[in-house]
């Protein structure tokens, strides 16, 4: 039933304010854990887009929610899903950068 909520939630991504960002992306990471992999794979594919664009966010708590949900994307989607796989490969070198972030949580 989520499943008609995930557009406007997604959308709230770009709202701008940082608690309405982190609360969206706590709820998108408790919905995706629940779908099934046909469907998360359509929700990553959007996700893929918009998490890079807040990797770089003032807030170090919104930059490691970010960073933490395309990470368990990763892990359960995008590893079973070669073509996926070769399109987020340019994500990571933005998240390499943040290896040496000086909020520890977000390093890590």
Not at 44 to 63: G, K
């Amino acid at each position: 039933k989520m499943q008609v909520l995930l557009p406007y939630i997604m959308e709230l991504l770009q709202d701008g304010n940082t608690d309405t960002q982190m609360k969206a992306l706590v709820v998108l990471r408790n919905v995706v854990g629940h779908l099934e992999r046909k469907e998360a794979s359509l929700i990553a594919v959007q996700l893929m887009e918009e998490l890079p664009l807040l990797f770089d966010n003032e807030s170090s708590q919104l930059r490691e929610l970010s960073i933490c949900l395309f990470r368990e994307l990763v892990e359960s989607v995008v590893e079973r899903n070669k073509r996926m796989k070769n399109n987020m490969q340019w994500v990571l070198v933005p998240l390499f950068f943040h290896m040496s972030d000086q909020a520890d949580s977000v390093a890590k």
